[in-house]
């Protein structure tokens, strides 16, 4: 299931993101501090990892092995932060695998992947609402901060086809990459990948 050309795919592709993760986990520290309202905007990095990975390869686990691998780096360089790389790389990535886990990795339109990052944005923004004490914030506060939440996975996951579309376009993936729809009734097609419309 995982030979070795598929698994150094994950590999580079989770340590450039970690690479990121190491980033925005510093300014993530310094936001929440002084500007709470708008810490979700960076918080779709952290889907970079499994989104590309995902679009490019079209398989089941790639988005665990690559969020796994993005967190480990991050806390390379930053081991104070482990648990929260290590952490947030492996909870989007297992959420990441879910919608395409619905098919049996049969279908990976690109309708599927900006409504799970919508929905998985809203959980995330849930899920440290008090931890940024968001709840001593006015109504319009809370909506600018799940708003936040809401839009910056979907950004980070267009970036994130934009880049995996990129690396299509270069062949790195051929011959390891399954197709977009290969449910028995489709049209089978390794097309280069739609950005936003199926």
Same mark, same amino acid.
């Given at each position: 299931?995982?030979?070795?050309?598929?698994?150094?795919?994950?590999?580079?592709?989770?340590?450039?993101? *970690?690479?990121?993760?190491?980033?925005?986990?510093? @300014?993530?520290?310094?936001?929440?501090?002084?500007?709470?309202?708008?810490?979700?905007?960076?918080?779709?990095?952290?889907?970079?990892?499994?989104?590309?990975?995902?679009?490019?390869?079209?398989?089941?686990?790639?988005?665990?092995?690559?969020?796994? @691998? &993005? *967190?480990?780096?991050?806390?390379?360089?930053?081991?104070?932060?482990?648990?929260?790389?290590?952490?947030?790389?492996?909870?989007?990535?297992?959420?990441?695998?879910?919608?395409?886990?619905?098919?049996?990795?049969?279908?990976?339109?690109?309708?599927? /992947?900006?409504?799970?990052? &919508?929905?998985?944005?809203?959980?995330?923004?849930?899920?440290? /609402?008090?931890?940024?004490?968001?709840? +001593?914030? &006015?109504?319009?506060?809370?909506?600018?901060?799940?708003?936040?939440?809401?839009?910056?996975? @979907?950004?980070?996951?267009?970036? *994130?086809?934009?880049?995996?579309?990129?690396?299509?376009?270069?062949?790195?993936?051929?011959?390891? #990459?399954?197709?977009?729809?290969?449910? #028995?009734?489709? +049209?089978?097609?390794?097309?280069?990948?739609?950005?936003?419309?199926?």
């Amino acid at each position: 299931m995982f030979n070795t050309r598929l698994l150094m795919t994950c590999a580079a592709i989770g340590v450039g993101s *970690g690479l990121v993760f190491t980033a925005a986990g510093l @300014i993530n520290g310094i936001v929440s501090v002084t500007v709470p309202i708008i810490y979700g905007l960076s918080i779709g990095v952290y889907f970079l990892p499994g989104v590309i990975a995902q679009s490019l390869l079209r398989r089941p686990g790639v988005a665990l092995i690559t969020g796994l @691998i &993005a *967190g480990l780096v991050g806390s390379a360089v930053n081991p104070a932060f482990i648990m929260r790389y290590l952490g947030t790389g492996l909870a989007i990535g297992l959420l990441q695998e879910l919608p395409f886990a619905v098919t049996k990795y049969r279908y990976w339109r690109a309708w599927v /992947f900006y409504l799970a990052a &919508a929905i998985m944005g809203l959980v995330f923004g849930g899920s440290v /609402f008090f931890a940024v004490g968001m709840e +001593h914030f &006015a109504g319009w506060a809370n909506l600018v901060y799940f708003g936040m939440f809401g839009i910056s996975p @979907i950004l980070f996951t267009w970036i *994130g086809r934009l880049i995996a579309s990129g690396l299509d376009r270069t062949g790195v993936a051929r011959g390891i #990459q399954n197709h977009i729809d290969s449910r #028995q009734h489709a +049209h089978r097609s390794n097309s280069p990948l739609p950005m936003m419309a199926a």
